[in-house]
């Protein structure tokens, strides 16, 4: 299984200050994608347990919060309320690969969080004070007033034992206080980013928490677990509550009866175990009275997922359940929303997620949640880049209806945008039947390969972790010879003359650090392959690098005077050194080749290793390398594996 490797402090801090810089992006997002407020158009604020936040949309606890440049990416995109991704005592999980699969209705077997829960701490701050960088930056233009303020939501899980263990409650407590962890942060800023230095970073990361249970989890359990969080700990509170409180005959009647989605068979035990619909409305009762006794405040969350039978061969055999995301989850998660409304009352605060996109998301903000978090749509084309769309529609709907903030907004909306009206509404409209929404993405039929694919860059947003990025090259045709060599050491250039091609100018890779081979940017890819598979697979460390093995890859040592390429091809190790700025020296398994830099003729050989037959040496892998080398290491683009470089030279 991939593992994610959280990056340097200082090469994150680097990338923020220099890449808008020098290519108009930050770790990939498009300047013209950020979402910029629009200090003469309506108020977009909101509060959310007291606090107040920018907008009230933002990135629900998943991929795009997990790592420090999700959670700056979520920001710059227009999130105010992140929910950060999940963590529970078990952070030693085995998911299988692929996780995602976003082609039509969305579907994941994705839990909690992938990192230990000590990165998990780390990469929640970093991404906090990179935020802080950017609001007071000179990319943040009046983000350091309202319309930049934030909220960060911590999410546990997913049962009482989990959550008062050490490593849990441990977490709590840095998520109230994370002083040590930011200033050991704050000490890794490089000193040319001095003003960063100076920040004064949050003093408390989050005070409210969403809580995820098990389908299953007993309902006095999880009024203990909230008993818990609000009282032992302190926090304010959300509980996450799923469709199958509807009831079978209700769900049933609206996935496959209404909606149509007749190849979707709800996990039986979803319905038989754990929390029923009475249940939930009382121990929702009792815990906002237990919150209130306490000043604290307590909210339900609609919703967390739905537990479905897998149907998908991407998944594989091995796993006999997924978890539903998408527009079939709207349609299901707002029926559930208006029948607990009308059963628990106006009072209870309701924040929103499942199937939200710009099409829906002001419909949600009218009936009153807060906040709505998206992931789905944020993993479809586009990305992070979609979500600024949602708040120019709610701009445009607030000018409409007269409305100069949210409040006013949400009456001005009342009668006509009921609750009740949308839920009914949503279930009537063809844009969430499988003839809308089960289309799979068009595929050409031309293989993926390391160099030249249509460069489409559709797999750089729908990343959530930034990991696919580009890179120049020189578009160029050479012939070439490969190299037969003797176990005397003598050696001959084949009779047989190939050609090495590059037709673009730029180039896609994978920072391997960064992708846990989820699979989406394969979903998209138009072409036949997978880019975290099919495209070169840079790791940010030798260490990282071997342990990867056989997974094919590359590492790169980059010094002032000396680059050196670690390649991986085929389980092949290769090496290319260029130790002046005239030759390179080109290691293959028991023969070094030295190589002319500019006409790439073969200028000497020599045996590493004693041959016992004459050995091939395969000149394609060599160029292959070289233009990786080159190519990555280019200033003219800013990516993970360059970064230093950024930070010695002027730009």
Same mark, same amino acid.
């Given at each position: 299984?991939?593992?994610?490797?959280?990056?340097?402090?200082?090469?994150?801090?680097?990338?923020?200050?220099?890449?808008?810089?020098?290519?108009?992006?930050l770790?990939?997002?498009?300047?013209?994608?950020?979402?910029?407020?629009?200090?003469?158009?309506?108020?977009?604020?909101?509060?959310?347990?007291?606090?107040?936040?920018?907008?009230?949309?933002?990135?629900?606890?998943?991929?795009?919060?997990?790592?420090?440049?999700?959670?700056?990416?979520?920001?710059?995109?227009?999130?105010?309320?992140?929910?950060? $991704? *999940? #963590?529970?005592?078990?952070? &030693?999980?085995? =998911? /299988? !690969?692929?996780?995602?699969?976003?082609?039509?209705?969305?579907?994941?077997v994705e839990?909690?969080?992938?990192?230990?829960?000590?990165?998990?701490?780390?990469?929640?701050?970093?991404?906090?004070?990179?935020i802080?960088?950017?609001?007071?930056?000179?990319?943040?233009?009046?983000?350091?007033?309202?319309?930049?303020?934030?909220?960060?939501?911590?999410?546990?899980?997913?049962d009482?034992?989990?959550?008062?263990?050490?490593?849990?409650?441990?977490?709590?407590?840095?998520m109230?206080?994370? $002083? *040590? #962890?930011?200033?050991?942060? &704050?000490?890794? =800023? /490089? !000193?040319?980013?001095?003003?960063?230095?100076?920040?004064?970073?949050?003093h408390?990361?989050?005070?409210?928490?969403?809580?995820?249970?098990?389908?299953?989890?007993?309902?006095?359990?999880?009024e203990?677990?909230?008993?818990?969080?609000?009282?032992?700990?302190?926090?304010?509170?959300?509980?996450?509550?799923?469709?199958p409180?509807?009831?079978?005959?209700?769900?049933?009647?609206?996935?496959?009866?209404?909606?149509?989605?007749?190849?979707?068979?709800?996990?039986?035990?979803?319905?038989?175990?754990?929390?029923?619909?009475?249940?939930?409305?009382?121990?929702? !009762?009792?815990?906002?009275?237990?919150?209130?006794?306490?000043?604290r405040?307590?909210?339900?969350?609609?919703c967390?997922?739905?537990?479905?039978?897998?149907h998908?061969?991407?998944?594989?055999?091995?796993?006999?359940?997924?978890y539903?995301?998408?527009?079939?989850?709207?349609?299901?998660?707002?029926?559930?929303?208006?029948?607990?409304?009308?059963?628990?009352?106006?009072?209870?605060?309701?924040?929103?997620?499942?199937?939200?996109?710009?099409?829906?998301?002001?419909?949600?903000?009218?009936?009153?949640?807060v906040?709505?978090?998206?992931?789905?749509?944020?993993?479809?084309?586009?990305?992070y880049?979609?979500?600024?769309?949602?708040?120019?529609?709610?701009?445009?709907?607030?000018r409409?209806?007269?409305?100069?903030?949210?409040?006013?907004?949400?009456?001005?909306?009342?009668?006509?945008?009921?609750?009740?009206?949308?839920?009914?509404?949503?279930?009537?409209?063809?844009?969430?039947?499988?003839?809308?929404?089960?289309?799979?993405?068009?595929?050409?039929?031309t293989?993926?390969?390391?160099?030249?694919?249509?460069t489409?860059?559709?797999?750089?947003?729908?990343?959530?972790?930034?990991?696919?990025?580009?890179?120049?090259?020189?578009?160029?045709?050479?012939?070439?010879?490969?190299?037969?060599?003797?176990?005397s050491?003598?050696?001959?250039?084949?009779?047989?003359?190939?050609?090495?091609?590059?037709?673009?100018?730029?180039?896609?890779?994978?920072?391997?650090?960064?992708?846990?081979?989820?699979?989406?940017?394969?979903?998209?890819?138009?072409?036949?392959?997978?880019p975290?598979?099919?495209?070169?697979?840079?790791?940010?460390?030798?260490?990282?690098?071997?342990?990867?093995?056989?997974?094919?890859?590359?590492?790169?040592?980059?010094?002032?005077?000396?680059?050196?390429?670690?390649?991986?091809?085929?389980?092949?190790?290769?090496?290319?050194?260029?130790?002046?700025?005239?030759?390179?020296?080109?290691?293959?398994?028991?023969?070094?080749?030295?190589?002319?830099?500019?006409?790439?003729?073969?200028?000497?050989?020599?045996?590493?290793?004693?041959?016992?037959?004459t050995?091939?040496?395969?000149?394609?892998?060599?160029?292959?390398?070289?233009?990786?080398?080159?190519?990555?290491?280019?200033?003219?683009?800013?990516?993970?594996?360059?970064?230093?470089?950024?930070?010695?030279?002027?730009?």
């Amino acid at each position: 299984m991939a593992e994610l490797i959280p990056a340097s402090f200082a090469d994150l801090v680097t990338r923020l200050h220099r890449e808008p810089q020098v290519q108009n992006a930050l770790f990939g997002l498009p300047t013209r994608k950020w979402y910029r407020p629009d200090e003469h158009g309506p108020d977009l604020s909101v509060t959310f347990h007291g606090r107040p936040a920018g907008t009230p949309v933002g990135p629900a606890a998943g991929p795009h919060t997990q790592m420090a440049q999700n959670l700056l990416l979520s920001y710059v995109a227009g999130g105010r309320i992140l929910e950060l $991704k *999940t #963590v529970q005592a078990n952070d &030693r999980l085995t =998911i /299988p !690969r692929p996780c995602i699969d976003m082609a039509g209705v969305g579907y994941n077997v994705e839990w909690s969080q992938e990192l230990r829960i000590g990165q998990s701490v780390r990469e929640y701050v970093a991404g906090v004070m990179l935020i802080e960088m950017f609001r007071h930056g000179p990319w943040g233009e009046g983000l350091a007033a309202a319309a930049g303020d934030v909220i960060y939501e911590a999410s546990v899980g997913y049962d009482l034992q989990g959550i008062q263990s050490h490593k849990v409650c441990d977490f709590l407590e840095q998520m109230r206080s994370p $002083k *040590t #962890v930011v200033e050991r942060l &704050r000490a890794q =800023i /490089p !000193r040319e980013f001095h003003t960063a230095r100076e920040l004064d970073f949050p003093h408390e990361l989050a005070t409210s928490l969403t809580l995820s249970t098990f389908h299953g989890c007993p309902p006095d359990e999880i009024e203990r677990i909230g008993e818990f969080l609000l009282g032992d700990q302190g926090f304010d509170l959300c509980v996450k509550l799923n469709p199958p409180l509807l009831g079978r005959d209700r769900l049933e009647h609206l996935l496959h009866d209404i909606m149509g989605y007749h190849d979707i068979e709800v996990n039986p035990p979803a319905y038989e175990s754990g929390l029923q619909f009475d249940e939930a409305v009382g121990l929702c !009762r009792r815990l906002a009275g237990f919150a209130a006794a306490r000043s604290r405040r307590f909210g339900v969350k609609f919703c967390n997922t739905l537990e479905v039978r897998n149907h998908r061969r991407i998944f594989g055999a091995d796993c006999p359940v997924m978890y539903l995301s998408g527009q079939p989850l709207y349609v299901l998660t707002m029926a559930l929303a208006h029948a607990f409304r009308e059963a628990a009352g106006p009072d209870l605060p309701f924040s929103y997620s499942g199937g939200v996109d710009k099409d829906n998301f002001v419909d949600v903000v009218a009936c009153e949640f807060v906040p709505v978090t998206v992931c789905t749509d944020l993993l479809r084309p586009g990305g992070y880049g979609r979500l600024p769309a949602y708040l120019r529609r709610l701009a445009d709907s607030m000018r409409e209806a007269g409305a100069t903030d949210i409040p006013g907004f949400i009456r001005a909306r009342a009668d006509a945008q009921s609750l009740a009206h949308v839920a009914t509404a949503a279930a009537a409209s063809t844009r969430y039947r499988p003839e809308r929404v089960c289309r799979e993405p068009h595929r050409l039929n031309t293989p993926l390969k390391t160099f030249d694919c249509i460069t489409c860059d559709k797999c750089i947003p729908v990343c959530p972790n930034a990991a696919i990025f580009t890179y120049p090259t020189t578009p160029e045709t050479l012939a070439y010879r490969n190299v037969l060599v003797q176990p005397s050491g003598q050696w001959k250039l084949e009779e047989v003359e190939r050609q090495f091609t590059i037709e673009q100018e730029r180039q896609i890779a994978v920072f391997a650090g960064f992708c846990n081979e989820c699979g989406n940017c394969g979903t998209f890819c138009p072409q036949q392959g997978a880019p975290y598979r099919d495209k070169p697979a840079f790791f940010g460390s030798l260490d990282s690098w071997r342990k990867a093995a056989p997974r094919d890859g590359f590492v790169i040592e980059a010094r002032p005077s000396e680059h050196r390429i670690h390649g991986r091809v085929d389980a092949r190790v290769y090496m290319v050194e260029s130790l002046d700025s005239q030759t390179y020296s080109f290691h293959d398994g028991p023969v070094s080749v030295r190589l002319d830099a500019q006409t790439h003729q073969v200028l000497e050989i020599a045996l590493r290793e004693t041959l016992h037959e004459t050995y091939p040496v395969d000149l394609a892998v060599y160029h292959t390398i070289v233009r990786l080398l080159t190519g990555v290491l280019d200033t003219r683009y800013v990516n993970q594996v360059n970064v230093t470089r950024h930070r010695h030279e002027p730009t």
